[in-house]
């Protein structure tokens, strides 16, 4: 009920967090060594080719950036998964990879 009586707020946390996810994937899409997956949900999936552990240690150590390595998963050993944030923290991830792949 109190879902229903907030819509509104519901709403339109759920446009902005479609419309980040759709700039994260151009952006990202745009990154030499990623495929970025087609996503309908609040995160994006990405394949890195090359050394994935030093992609992550990278946006750890030089943005505070944490994503989730999806290597448990046999399929996607090479894939991380990245939550869409605000668009402050959206920056920093985009930022994180560009400069790690330069």
Do not use: W
Request: charged share 20%; with cysteine; net charge negative.
């Amino acid at each position: 009920e109190v879902a229903l009586d907030h819509a509104d707020r519901f709403y339109a946390q759920r446009d902005l967090i479609v419309a980040e996810r759709a700039r994260m994937a151009t952006a990202l899409q745009q990154v030499t060594g990623l495929r970025v997956f087609s996503s309908g949900t609040n995160f994006l999936l990405v394949e890195i080719s090359g050394a994935k552990h030093d992609l992550m240690h990278h946006l750890h150590s030089q943005h505070e950036v944490l994503i989730s390595d999806m290597a448990g998963y046999p399929e996607l050993t090479q894939c991380v998964r990245i939550s869409i944030g605000t668009p402050a923290q959206n920056d920093l991830v985009i930022e994180g990879f560009r400069g790690h792949f330069g």
